[in-house]
Nanobody
């Protein structure tokens, strides 16, 4: 099992910044990919993903150029730096982990086997 704990959410004005953290513990050697997803209404949508060893990243078009995903392998922690936040970024943000092969699958919610509890991000206009 892998446990994921998110932190760093909160309330921020439009144009502001937040940094989310996701600390992984347990059998993390069973995973090679970390991702961030968000859910505002019914669907949980892809935000960003990073490969633990290669460090390769991928972003949703809606956040490209504003959000940055990074990792600290020594701390088993993944970060999501969110700049120039917009009201439409308001959502519960979830961290996810999985053993995933392929850039396409890394963007697919069902490919991830482990999820955190989520952290609320609210952007006021």
């Amino acid at each position: 099992q892998v446990q994921l704990v998110e932190s760093g959410g909160g309330l921020v004005q439009a144009g502001g910044s937040l940094r989310l953290s996701c600390a992984a513990s347990g059998r993390t050697f069973n995973t090679n990919t970390m991702g961030w997803f968000r859910q505002a209404q019914e669907e949980r949508e892809f935000v960003a993903t990073i490969n633990w060893s290669r460090g390769s990243t991928s972003y949703a078009d809606s956040v490209k150029g504003r959000f940055t995903i990074s990792r600290d392998n020594a701390k088993n922690t993944v970060y999501l730096q969110m700049n120039n936040l917009k009201p439409e970024d308001t959502a519960v943000y979830y961290c996810a982990a999985g053993q995933i092969y392929g850039d396409y699958l890394a963007r697919v919610r069902a490919a991830y086997g482990y999820w955190g509890q989520g952290t609320q991000v609210t952007v006021s206009s």
